[in-house]
């Protein structure tokens, strides 16, 4: 049951859905405020008639909603003290929501879960999520750690950052003392951590949306400069192509990363394998198999596999919400397949000879010449994806910082003017002294991920333990090691 305040807040959202329900109102049901606000019961016998579209109650039931509406409003709407308890809310079938023209509607989000999304649609989300611009590293990571290690790496990773991430999707049912329906991550962390917890994570966040947009603008001068330099040269009929890759030392969508698959398999049938295997002495042409670089990997793909700061936003919307955590293992093994799909088949049809795989550039388009026309079709796609996702990026960082910091997200024009003017600098300044994308981004991989992958999840998890009594040895042992693996994977990033 619940305070259905017709005066102020409609709790009722009117939803137009053909597939699910064809009559004239689909009600959904706001499960963002799922406890604060309890659907109306109605017992099936007060239902007039249940078969009618729009269904009508009876006198009764219309007479206990005004009675239980009149003893909402004998304390304020924070008052918890006339919310009905779980044990007497009635089963998902029998929720309706009484309508004071004398109808009752059957709750959908109810009996279909929090959202409408299949596990389908789940999986695609966070896939797509997923991918950034770290899939454009991972062959210059593989080079970097050696081609065996380089694929193990991107496997052990995988599953590590997984198991942190299922323990980011379960930190909220550790928590049985307070309702933690509507909480997103940060707010775990400011349970368990007070304001120490919400401003670090405030700062990692910062660090992984402004890594990404000096990132994004590197990349976008790179595209930029090679699209100008394209059309020039077509325009005055010069080809470059014959050599078919070059040694020049300069958050893809779904479009585009299919159209990365495209071109690597396409290359990669053209060029064919060019592989050879020494353990641990490079030669001529090859790399060794293992590397004393591999942790420029590991920063890489902290990054690459980094997602557990919105990952319960997007299982919210799971229509299926018991199915989470196959979803959430299912989205991350293809996005694993993924990265070693496009790793391995660019580092393996790298032309050695003539060239050694040591020229592999931290970009592998700039291995493309700027004349090669499948290449331009891949930078065309990604400039205008960062060209739209970087105002994006730039609006999440001022509401962060400026909402945290001033409390409101537009304090005045000179706030934003001054914080816009430092993230274009940072980024512009880069793009001429550093462009390297591999290293920004294994920086500001193993920072953030530092809190939010491995700290932030382990800690919770063992204080979470060791206040139910239920902290063993091996589990302490086991966490502390994902927390020291964190702060090794940020430390050993300024040797490399």
Not at 71 to 78: C, E
Not at 287 to 295: A, K, W
Not at 470 to 477: D, E, G
């Amino acid at each position: 049951m619940a305070n259905m305040d017709s005066d102020s807040r409609h709790l009722l959202i009117p939803e137009v859905d053909h597939e699910i329900n064809p009559g004239p109102m689909n009600i959904q049901f706001d499960s963002s405020d799922l406890r604060s606000k309890r659907p109306f019961y109605i017992e099936p016998t007060n239902i007039v008639n249940v078969n009618d579209v729009i269904q009508r109650v009876s006198d009764h039931a219309s007479a206990m909603n005004k009675r239980i509406h009149y003893y909402s409003r004998l304390s304020t709407p924070a008052d918890k003290a006339l919310i009905a308890p779980d044990h007497v809310v009635p089963a998902p079938e029998e929720c309706y929501i009484y309508s004071p023209l004398g109808s009752a509607y059957k709750l959908q989000s109810y009996t279909e879960g929090y959202g409408k999304n299949t596990s389908l649609v789940t999986i695609f989300m966070i896939w797509n999520t997923m991918l950034g611009t770290s899939i454009l590293s991972i062959p210059w990571g593989i080079k970097q750690a050696g081609f065996t290690t380089g694929m193990c790496i991107i496997m052990l990773m995988g599953l590590l950052t997984l198991y942190c991430c299922y323990r980011v999707v379960k930190s909220r049912a550790m928590i049985s003392s307070v309702d933690t329906t509507t909480w997103e991550y940060p707010d775990v962390c400011r349970y368990y951590f007070g304001s120490f917890g919400q401003w670090s994570s405030l700062l990692f966040s910062l660090v992984s949306l402004i890594g990404a947009m000096i990132v994004y603008w590197v990349l976008m001068s790179n595209f930029l400069f090679n699209t100008g330099k394209f059309i020039f040269n077509f325009i005055h009929h010069i080809n470059d192509t014959d050599a078919v890759l070059s040694t020049n030392d300069s958050n893809p969508g779904t479009v585009s990363v299919l159209y990365l698959i495209f071109l690597v398999t396409l290359k990669a049938i053209r060029l064919g394998f060019h592989l050879e295997f020494h353990w641990f002495m490079p030669t001529e042409f090859f790399v060794p198999e293992i590397r004393f670089q591999f942790p420029q990997l590991t920063g890489v793909l902290t990054l690459a596999f980094f997602i557990h700061n919105c990952i319960i936003t997007l299982l919210k919307n799971n229509k299926n919400q018991e199915n989470n955590v196959r979803d959430l293992s299912i989205a991350y093994m293809l996005v694993t397949l993924t990265y070693l799909y496009i790793g391995v088949l660019v580092f393996a049809s790298f032309p050695s000879p003539p060239l050694s795989k040591d020229c592999i550039e931290q970009n592998f388009l700039d291995n493309f010449p700027s004349s090669d026309i499948l290449s331009f079709i891949a930078r065309i796609f990604l400039l205008f994806q960062m060209m739209t996702v970087y105002p994006l990026l730039g609006y999440l960082a001022r509401v962060q910082l400026l909402g945290h910091v001033f409390g409101d997200i537009y304090p005045s024009i000179f706030h934003v003017l001054i914080l816009n003017l430092i993230i274009v600098g940072a980024g512009v300044i880069m793009a001429c002294l550093y462009p390297n994308i591999g290293g920004i981004i294994r920086y500001s991989g193993a920072a953030c991920g530092l809190a939010f992958v491995f700290i932030y999840p382990s800690l919770i998890y063992i204080i979470s333990l060791h206040q139910e009594e239920r902290l063993t040895w091996p589990k302490l042992i086991f966490h502390v090691f994902i927390i020291i693996l964190g702060l090794a994977n940020l430390i050993v990033q300024f040797f490399m």
